[in-house]
């Protein structure tokens, strides 16, 4: 993929990123260690109960956090898909006699279209990930 193509779609994942853990993940976290510590205060509990109710506390952490990466491996796959497509289309152009240099263009316009078709899942994938997000949190 074009390395500019490649810069737009890194930078705008990695701007949902941060949005969904300063609005979201954070908060998780400092339930999760604030849940954690109380655990550890209680005496009379055994070793065991202590490490089962901090556990506890970090499922919805770790249920929130493998739910991001999910998503965003689909995304990336999709991604990757629609850019193979796009080699495979300039390879097939270049087997049927195509000059290079045209060939170079179709796959720079067939690629763009790919970052652009996905760009605009990316508004879509962050409400349905904040939405799950704050369901795992309740």
């Known amino acids: 993929m074009a390395e500019l193509q490649q810069l737009r779609v890194q930078e705008a994942v990695d701007s949902m990123v941060k949005s969904l853990e300063r609005e979201n993940i954070r908060k998780m976290q400092g339930i999760m260690f604030r849940c954690s510590a109380s655990c550890c205060e209680d005496s009379q509990a055994s070793m065991q109960q202590v490490h089962q109710c ?61 970052v652009d078709d996905h760009m605009h899942l990316i508004p879509s994938m962050t409400k349905k990930m904040k939405e799950s997000l704050s369901s795992i949190a309740k």
Do not use: W, Y
Request: aromatic content about 2%; hydrophobic content about 35%; charged content about 30%.
């Open 54 to 114: 901090i556990e506890r506390c970090h499922a919805p952490l770790a249920q929130a956090q493998a739910l991001v990466t999910s998503e965003l491996e689909k995304f990336q796959d999709r991604l990757a898909r629609c850019t193979m497509h796009c080699n495979d289309k300039a390879r097939d152009s270049m087997d049927a006699g195509n000059k290079e240099l045209v060939v170079k263009q179709q796959l720079e316009s067939c690629v763009t279209k790919c």
